[in-house]
């Protein structure tokens, strides 16, 4: 496994984010729940895929910018972040399904 692909547990929510933000302006809300669910289950999914890699290597490690460590963003994956992503994203699919099952929410809810 590549730590280039923990960077993907940042860039996939941003790019659901980016599509319930254009259902903002399209206002026919039925893109926005779908693109939230696709979202957290496809983390979930790079969570499981990262699993191996995370309890093997303990650590995985990603510069941003390619700048050295002392100036630039080190992203720091290890067993800890994987529990912590996992117990976020979880929770948040299992709360984005009871709010898509009362349907009682506008499509603004999700962005």
């Known amino acids: 496994m590549k730590p280039e692909s923990i960077i993907l547990l940042i860039i996939i929510p ?37 699993y191996p890699s995370v309890t093997h ?19 720091v994956f290890d067993g800890l972040g994987w529990l912590g992503c996992t117990l976020i994203f979880s929770v948040s699919l299992a709360v984005l399904l009871f709010a898509i099952a009362e349907k009682h929410y506008e499509f603004t809810f999700y962005f």
Do not use: D
């Open 14 to 50: 941003l790019i659901g984010a980016a599509c319930c933000l254009f259902e903002k302006f399209t206002r026919r809300g039925r893109i926005a729940p779908m693109a939230s669910v696709i979202t957290i289950l496809s983390c979930l999914l790079l969570l499981g895929w990262l």
């Open 57 to 75: 290597q303990q650590q995985m490690t990603y510069t941003i910018g390619g700048w050295p460590a002392a100036t630039g963003i080190n992203h």
